[in-house]
């Protein structure tokens, strides 16, 4: 089974609930060295919301998820979450989430049952608990029929989502994942998206940082775009693809050496209205209102121009899209998100 976005999804920037889980205002974090890495930052997630915070590489991404977990204050600004101050009650704050780190915290030597058992013990899940909390956490994330081989056993993804099991056994009405499918194959991905759809559908407050907008877009209500230290946009995955606007038209030239002059002829010719061009490493993307109906007429400009193409593709915009139109940065992640593609048309 595919995950689905939940139900919760609204084509607003606010968040769907007066009910704030987490509201960072105006949060900068400048460490020892200098280095600003949050600058600015303002968020207001609803209890029960799917949310995705986005950015490439050195956004600050984990350096904000640390300041909304009390590992790190903010150097200005302020961060409340489930109502608690960050800063004047860390602990509060500490005991209504979860967090999960980038580097796995399981423990190889243990199984998972015994992972799951001795969070339970640090967290203070009373004695008679435990054994039911253990089995539901260990059914919810599929790890039920391993559940007393000892970790190093296990794959990857299996560790990741026995990490993501031992997260949630005070039952924290928030969760936070620092980049959790990094480094996981797609089929390992897909089940571990699964498995973040189901806590959400419970009532979670999920907050994912992660660079594949893939997984924003199929999980997340709403989603930050995070770029420099700051956030760019903050809205809907549908409302952010439809302001990218149009269509996309995907132009492939049999020289790449052409796209400067096939340029020239889009703009020259009226085959769209307001164009915007971009080079892209074989041809161009070209992304216009109603740009299906110009594609005659785009064909007739090249043409003229002498331009041939060897290929041709028209879509609507993705993520892809909105993460180049906002940031001026192409996406590295490609390749893996198309193997999650592949392997869902494959099941
Ligand atoms: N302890 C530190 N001291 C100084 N600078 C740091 C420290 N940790 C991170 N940085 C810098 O802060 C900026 C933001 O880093 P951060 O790890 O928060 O980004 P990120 O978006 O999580 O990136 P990634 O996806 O690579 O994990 C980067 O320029 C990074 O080099």
């Not at 204050?73 to 409340?80: E, Q």
């Not at 029929?145 to 009405?173: C, I, N």
């Not at 061009?277 to 005659?296: C, F, W, Y």
Request: charged share 30%.
């Amino acid at each position: 089974m595919q995950p689905t976005r939940s139900a919760t999804e609204t084509d607003s920037a606010d968040p769907p609930t007066d009910d704030l889980a987490i509201e960072a205002e105006n949060v900068h974090v400048t460490y020892a060295d200098g280095t600003e890495a949050v600058r600015g930052v303002d968020l207001a997630v609803g209890a029960g919301e799917f949310f995705g915070f986005l950015g490439p590489n050195g956004a600050g991404k984990t350096t904000t998820i640390k300041t909304l977990v009390t590992l790190l204050h903010p150097t200005r600004g302020s961060v409340r979450i489930n109502g608690y101050d960050t800063t004047a009650d860390p602990r509060a704050v500490r005991e209504s989430i979860g967090y999960m780190a980038q580097e796995t915290s399981v423990d190889e030597e243990l199984t998972a049952r015994e992972n799951v058992r001795y969070t339970c013990e640090v967290y203070g899940v009373p004695t008679g608990e435990r054994d039911d909390r253990i089995a539901e956490l260990l059914d919810l994330v599929g790890l039920d029929d391993v559940a007393d081989q000892r970790a190093e056993t296990f794959s990857g993804g299996m560790q990741k989502r026995l990490d993501a099991a031992t997260v949630l056994v005070h039952r924290p009405p928030v969760v936070f994942l620092d980049e959790p499918t990094t480094g996981l194959d797609p089929e390992a991905r897909l089940r571990f998206w699964e498995y973040l759809q189901s806590i959400n559908d419970r009532g979670t407050t999920v907050f994912l940082t992660t660079q594949y907008l893939e997984e924003v877009d199929r999980l997340c209500d709403r989603l930050a775009l995070l770029q420099d230290g700051e956030v760019v946009t903050t809205d809907t995955p549908a409302a952010l693809k439809s302001a990218v606007g149009g269509d996309v038209l995907e132009v492939t030239l049999v020289d790449a050496a052409d796209t400067e002059r096939a340029t020239r002829a889009v703009y020259r010719s009226d085959a769209f209205e307001d164009p915007t061009v971009e080079p892209t490493d074989s041809g161009l993307t070209i992304t216009a209102e109603n740009a299906r109906d110009g594609i005659g007429d785009l064909f007739r400009a090249l043409d003229e121009a002498g331009v041939a193409i060897t290929g041709f593709d028209a879509r609507s915009p993705t993520l892809d899209d909105v993460f180049l139109s906002l940031t001026g940065e192409e996406r590295e992640s490609t390749d893996e998100d198309d193997a999650v593609r592949k392997l869902e048309v494959a099941r």
